[in-house]
């Protein structure tokens, strides 16, 4: 909770330091970056910072962080940092790191808004910056001990198989033949490659198997076209990683879980009787597959509405799975929009693009969405307009969450 002193100095300032919070984290990774260069190199995504997503989502969640704490003083956005803690975990971010954030954070909003930064409003946001960054620490801190420290663990591609054109799922054990990790589905694991640079590039990518499979599954999507680095990752892991090979993943990580979940520790297992509708676009097919199969797994008895989109049924990875998932189930319906080449002799097939309009949707259903911002987005609006709660409405972003940047 912020001190009444701080927040009536931040509730002043939060206009002019949100205009310029796209400038603030222009420079703050600029001098990051200059100063730590092995951070650009080994830890953030260079594709999002070449494309400055990465600037949007910090600025999205400064934002969105100080707007809780003067409006909702009493609670702590949970939602909003344990989705954060998840992928700081994945990439193995460090307590200390969260002090050397703070040097260059506040260096660049004194050099954006000058004389404007009194010691006062200073040390108003400095409140605000370490309220975040506590919280966030004890978070991380809490999944990386229930996690036996997190780390990086080297598996072996027992298995390659082409989803598509653009899409490969890799089949993974143990290299040290260990017992794997356990996982929840819709979770995603941390990849990181060694690249021809010398760069040690991380991407996420979900689990694509239910929880009790003994081999791990990762579906990638390369991605194709635009400057570089953008894909540079997934095009490395198409190119050169075959059966045989081995791959540096951490520990799984992620927030949207089935159930009454923890956002700490994602624990929790929906009651099988809930209605659900599992959502998705794209290679956002991943966590859906795997939270299917553990709904199949563990005999949900609750309505299942599964809705996918995509550009055709040819490009529909993971699809002969996300039918037979379905089912399995005794009360899933299935149903596929595709831009192109629907099959009009199939039930569940539709051209377009996703719309809900005629499907009816349970009373309490809970729904999880996978897939391109824009799409969750028309989902979601369709979702509340047929009487889903908005709490009840969980989502996952592929890269970085762009979703409070681009709030109103």
């Not at 200059?34 to 934002?63: V, W």
Request: proline fraction near 5%; charge should be negative.
């Amino acid at each position: 909770m912020l001190s009444e002193q701080s927040a009536a100095i931040v509730r002043a300032t939060l206009p002019a330091v949100g205009a310029s919070l796209a400038e603030i984290t222009e420079r703050f990774y600029a001098g990051l970056f200059a100063a730590h260069p092995e951070l650009l190199r080994d830890l953030f995504n260079r594709g999002n910072q070449a494309a400055g997503t990465q600037r949007q989502a910090l600025a999205g969640s400064i934002a969105a962080f100080a707007t809780h704490l003067l409006d909702h003083p009493e609670q702590r956005p949970d939602v909003l940092l344990g989705r954060i803690a998840h992928k700081h975990a994945a990439l193995g971010v460090t307590a200390e790191q969260y002090g050397t954030v703070h040097e260059h954070l506040f260096a660049a909003i004194a050099d954006v808004l000058g004389e404007a930064v009194t010691p006062e409003v200073a040390a108003a946001w400095d409140e605000v910056y370490w309220l975040m960054a506590n919280a966030l620490v004890a978070l991380e801190k809490r999944l990386y001990e229930e996690r036996g420290g997190g780390g990086w663990r080297e598996w072996e591609v027992v298995a390659r198989v082409e989803e598509t054109a653009d899409v490969a799922t890799f089949r993974l054990r143990p290299a040290d033949g260990r017992p794997a990790p356990g996982f929840r589905a819709g979770q995603y694991v941390s990849v990181q490659v060694e690249l021809a640079d010398g760069a040690r590039q991380i991407r996420q990518y979900s689990l694509c198997a239910a929880p009790g499979s003994p081999v791990r599954r990762i579906s990638v999507k390369r991605v194709r076209g635009g400057s570089a680095p953008d894909g540079e990752v997934s095009n490395h892991l198409h190119a050169r990683v075959r059966a045989g090979d081995r791959l540096r993943l951490s520990a799984p990580y992620g927030d949207l879980v089935l159930g009454d979940t923890d956002t700490d520790t994602g624990t929790g297992r929906p009651d099988t009787g809930t209605p659900l509708l599992l959502a998705s676009a794209g290679i956002g097919v991943t966590p859906m597959v795997a939270m299917l199969g553990e709904l199949a797994d563990t005999g949900h008895q609750g309505p299942v509405l599964v809705v996918h989109g995509d550009r055709s049924p040819a490009e529909h990875a993971l699809r002969a799975d996300h039918e037979a998932y379905a089912k399995k189930l005794a009360h899933a319906s299935v149903h596929f929009w595709y831009e192109t080449d629907a099959d009009a002799d199939e039930e569940s097939h539709r051209t377009g693009l996703v719309d809900l309009t005629g499907i009816a949707v349970p009373r309490g259903t809970r729904a999880y969405l996978c897939g391109p911002l824009p799409f969750m987005r028309a989902v979601r609006a369709q979702l509340i307009e047929k009487g889903v709660a908005p709490a009840d409405i969980h989502y996952e972003v592929f890269g970085p969450d762009l979703w409070l940047a681009q709030e109103g």
